[in-house]
T-cell receptor, first 113, second 117 residues
């Protein structure tokens, strides 16, 4: 069955370091992959979308990679700040090129000052 | 731009009552709206997809008679939890999709916390 896996353990890092979060998926062939940020008690906020034919995408301090062979995406936050502390969700389109989005459970990031 | 609101932000109700949650796209027309449910420390689970003027499409395992969805206009969708029970207590989040900035993006509402006593 289709599955999205994100590290359920929280990631604790020191301010200024690079945070790297992993998203693995099985039995999918997504046309694109998205990363969202979710703060407690709030809805997700879109961060980045990367398409299947793109290897890497950047936006300010964020970088996403997409390896369709490994079925994995890495999400990097460089020069991390305490304000980056949140849960980060990986999401895929449910049906290849389709419109429904399926989310991973997310990884909680804590950035210490 | 691309703001989605939900109302109410939280609601507490007695078991057996019905609760309506509204989802509005404030500054764009949403061709499609999605409803999700999220339990603590779990992922968002897609419940249903609705297009304006047509019946919602429910995901497997979601009771359409229990979770009534009405997508009356391009800016409003409602989710009614009928005869709510404590196990329906959850965080309900809607998202709206429209053709903005050259692509179909999804924008999420802030969520509605439902507690059924």
């Amino acid at each position: 069955s289709q599955k999205i896996e994100q590290n359920s353990e929280a990631l604790n890092i020191q301010e200024g370091k690079t945070a790297t979060l992993t998203c693995n998926y099985t039995n999918y062939s997504p046309a694109y992959l998205q990363w969202y940020r979710q703060d407690p008690g709030r809805g997700p906020v879109f961060l980045l979308l990367i398409r299947e034919n793109e290897k890497e995408k950047r936006k300010e301090r964020l970088k996403v990679t997409f390896d369709t062979t490994l079925k994995q995406s890495l999400f990097h936050i460089t020069a991390s700040q305490p304000a980056d502390s949140a849960t980060y969700l990986c999401a895929l389109d449910k049906d290849t090129g389709g419109f429904k989005t399926i989310f991973g459970a997310g990884t909680r990031l804590f950035v210490k000052a | 731009g691309a703001v989605v609101s939900q109302h109410p932000s939280w609601v507490i109700c007695k078991s057996g009552t019905s609760v309506k949650i509204e989802c509005r796209s404030l500054d764009f027309q949403a061709t499609t709206m999605f409803w999700y449910r999220q339990f603590p420390k779990q992922s968002l689970m897609l419940m249903a997809t609705s297009n304006e003027g047509s019946k919602a499409t429910y995901e497997q395992g979601v009771e359409k008679d229990k979770f009534l969805i009405n997508h009356a206009s391009l800016t409003l969708s409602t989710l009614t939890v009928t005869s709510a029970h404590p196990e329906d207590s959850s965080f309900y989040i809607c998202s709206a999709s429209g053709y903005i900035r050259g692509s179909n993006e999804q924008f999420f509402g802030p969520g509605t916390r439902l507690t059924v006593l």
